[in-house]
């Protein structure tokens, strides 16, 4: 799994790269995993046997290890908050902003409550009285 940073620079492998990614069908999202350990190459190649091999022909990632200047990655990051997750969140916001059909369940431990917007009564009534006054101006 190879990746250049500008054309002509080095290769860099991102085969042992952790974090989540997005398998589409031409540029429609239809399935959202993670890889917790530096395995996503690997993760990709088992979607290519799975019940999702036919279903996706294009993917994307985002990635949680750094680049170095060797062009070598960096080991997993080790701050306040568990990889696992910041992967897990990571996977979750994506599933449940993009809604992708192949997935059967949502992000792991992922609580929230959610809210459709609403349109303000205000307004409602502003545009319905444009619409009014345009309507009544044509006749």
Known sequence: ??????????????????????????????????SQKPRLGNRLRDHTKD??????????????????????????????IGVETLIATMEALLIEGLEPPQNRRQGDGFVAVEFIQAVDPKVANREKKKLLLGLVAES
């Open 51 to 80: 019940r999702l091999s036919a279903r996706w022909n294009r993917f994307s990632w985002f990635g949680v290890r750094s680049v170095g200047a060797d062009g070598a990655l960096g080991a997993l990051p080790n701050s306040g």
């Open 1 to 34: 799994m190879l990746g250049v940073q500008q054309a002509g620079s080095d290769h860099v492998d991102f085969g042992a790269q952790a974090g989540v990614y997005l398998l589409y069908d031409q540029n429609r999202v239809v399935y959202v995993g993670r």
